[in-house]
């Protein structure tokens, strides 16, 4: 408990009749980086605004650095940095208008908005367009300047939602390397998204969220393990003898035979099953030529709790945009 | 904290000296009535009412200057009206959102709008009154320089309070608004019978009851009442009436500007912790 920066209990959230958000419960220690997975409509965002005190509490409790959202939303509001979903620039002010007024709206002194608009502009490379309009600035441009602008008050929680949304492959990997920056600095990051390679390679911890419930928790590590679906594929000087050998072992589920070797599904953790399967493998004399061990994917993970893919063309996209990326 | 109203008219004003094209089509309207209307009026009135005998002593002034105080009026009404846009933008470019979530209370939103908004308007009447006393406007006749300042802080006193009081109702109903639309179709109904039902363009004292009534409370003959003391003078024959103001009379129309503006000033607070952004 004294090492939760929030804490949601019992959240719900109905719009008129919809309920958007149901009964949601997490925790979010210190200094981790905490994801919310979900499809789009799943009711990220409005967990996220009732967070940051944009939406009222209709039911439940949140506390965030120690403050009661309902009760002292003022205290919550100075603990707290945003980017929100849609981009939220003034068109007509500069980059360093955005980052100044963002400063004296928090109330910093004069000298720590200067040094740290330095600093940021640095941080997110955008020295150059120091004087620039963000009408003119690239939507990966944009992205990075509103960032910037949710560090400027060097918050304790920084509320991300869905940051790379829309953002070209490159500037996606570069937006993660700030945020685990950032983390590394020691601020605690709450983020959403709906792509499974964002969560799976950003979060300590990931909820998956799916039409206003959270269905479940964990580290990628373990949402990945916990579908008990791991692969060694093996090739050995005796592929048969293998399999024979192996198959008696309680984790192995089941075995097929390949064009060259045999892939081996694993109830449980594989990383800790292999180690004590080549040892057995080789006491019998068999010689191991290759093995590679696959954990199944967010994607994998995610079918498997929600029992199907993500609906939207969210997927679509982000698949399709890594494939471009690789060309 | 107490300085973040600061923060917005910072803001304000920045956009405001970047799109200098506003503080052009806002002066044009004022510019072309005073050139083209009241050069026009002022050549037909002038010659009928200089038969109008003024009595021995008596300070008659032309229409021109007559209506350089309603030109000035028109022109912070519009401004002010307008003034409440800004935040129909900032909810549709989402602006307003991060306002909202920043521990900066509502009521400096409103204030750092409504002085920016005056600002604005002291601009304004500055090159109004100017181009209109090039073009024959006579205000100040007479004045010791001590006088014409005193006479400026006076209109900007007028102006201010009347600037603010319109700011803020605009702000009320833009920030309870979804579209441009529905301001721009509540200035066009307001604008029209404020301006006509005032003393811009005309003397008041001819009007039918109900007209005179409704012009006696309107914000705009108040200002323009206190516009004409600081810039004319207490006592003028003009359009062959007789214009005469004592001080507290002066008072009591700046008295009931403070009024107006403290009442939109609650309506326009109420509205903004009315609002939800998402
Ligand atoms: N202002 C609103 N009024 C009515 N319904 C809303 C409103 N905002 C969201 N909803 C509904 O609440 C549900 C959750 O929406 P929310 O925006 O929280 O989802 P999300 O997970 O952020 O989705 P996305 O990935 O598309 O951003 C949806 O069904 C949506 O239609
Ligand atoms: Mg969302």
Redesign the interface.
């Known amino acids: 408990m004294s090492d939760a920066i929030i804490e949601v209990r019992n959240l719900s959230h109905w719009y008129g009749h919809i309920k958007a958000v149901d009964s949601v419960q997490f925790e979010v220690k210190k200094g981790e980086i905490f994801s919310f997975l979900g499809p789009n409509g799943a009711g990220k ?2 967990v996220i ?1 009732i967070l ?5 509490i209709q039911h439940g409790e949140a506390r965030i650095a120690g403050y009661d959202v309902a009760r002292d939303p ?1 205290k919550v ?2 603990s707290i940095g ?1 980017v ?1 979903q ?8 500069t980059v360093y ?1 955005i980052l100044e ?2 400063g ?4 910093m002194s004069k000298d720590s908005r200067r040094t740290r608009i330095d600093e940021l502009l640095t941080l997110v490379e955008l020295e150059a367009k120091r004087n620039t309009l963000t009408k003119h600035l690239s939507g990966g441009m944009k992205r990075r300047l509103e960032i910037a ?1 949710g560090l400027m008050t060097r918050p304790t929680i920084l509320f991300l939602d869905e940051p790379t949304l829309g953002l070209d492959p490159q500037t996606r990997l570069k937006t993660w390397e700030y945020i685990k920056m950032v983390n590394a600095d020691g601020t605690t990051i709450f983020l959403t998204t709906h792509y499974m390679d964002e969560a799976d390679h950003l979060s300590d911890r990931i909820s998956i969220i799916d039409r206003g419930k959270i269905i479940t928790s964990g580290t990628p590590w373990d949402l990945k393990n916990r579908l008990g679906e791991d692969v060694i594929y093996m090739e050995t000087t005796d592929d048969k003898r293998t399999e024979a050998l192996i198959g008696k072992e309680t984790e192995v589920r089941s075995i097929k035979r390949k064009e060259r070797g045999i892939s081996v599904m694993i109830q449980g953790d594989g990383t800790r099953v292999l180690p004590a399967l080549m040892e057995k493998v080789r006491e019998a004399g068999i010689g191991v030529e290759a093995v590679n061990l696959k954990k199944p994917s967010m994607d994998d993970v995610f079918v498997h709790y929600t029992g199907r893919q993500i609906r939207d063309e969210g997927l679509v996209q982000s698949v399709t945009k890594q494939v471009a990326g690789k060309e | ?1 107490q ?2 109203f ?2 917005v008219y ?2 304000d004003m ?2 405001f000296f ?2 200098k094209s506003l503080l052009f089509s806002s002066l044009l309207q004022p510019a072309l009535w005073l050139a083209f209307f009241g050069v026009a009026m002022a050549s037909n009135f002038d010659r009928y009412t200089s038969g109008i005998p003024v009595p021995p002593g008596g300070f008659s002034i032309g229409y021109l200057t007559f209506m350089g105080a309603g030109m000035i009026a028109m022109t912070t009404l519009f401004t002010s009206l307008y003034g409440g846009i800004i935040f129909l933008f ?1 909810k549709n ?3 307003m ?8 209370p509502r009521t400096h939103i409103i204030i750092g709008v409504g002085l920016s908004g005056v600002t604005k308007s002291f601009i304004q009447v500055i090159i109004i009154t100017i181009f209109g006393i090039l073009l024959g406007v006579q205000f100040f006749l007479g004045y010791p320089p001590l006088q014409i300042g005193i006479a400026l802080i006076g209109i900007f006193a007028f102006v201010g309070i009347f600037a603010l009081g319109f700011i803020f109702f605009s702000s009320a109903i833009a920030i309870s608004m979804e579209s441009p639309e529905g301001l721009q179709g509540v200035i066009t109904l307001l604008t029209m019978p404020l301006f006509f039902v005032s003393n811009a363009l005309y003397p008041i004292d001819s009007f039918p009851s109900f007209l005179k009534a409704f012009s006696g409370i309107n914000p705009l003959t108040h200002m323009i009442s206190g516009i004409r003391y600081f810039a004319i003078g207490s006592d003028f024959y003009a359009l062959g009436t007789h214009y005469f103001n004592t001080p507290p009379q002066i008072v009591s129309s700046f008295m009931g500007l403070v009024v107006f503006a403290v009442v939109t000033f609650l309506l326009a607070r109420w509205r903004f912790s009315k609002v ?3």
């Open positions: 965002s409005t605004n940051i005190t944009l939406l009222p003022e509001r100075d945003i929100f849609e981009t939220t620039l003034d068109r007509d002010m208008e007024f963002h004296r709206l928090y109330s602008r | 904290m300085k973040g600061l923060t910072w803001r920045i956009r970047r799109y900032d470019w989402g602006l959102r991060e306002i909202i979530a920043s521990p900066l939800v952004v998402t």
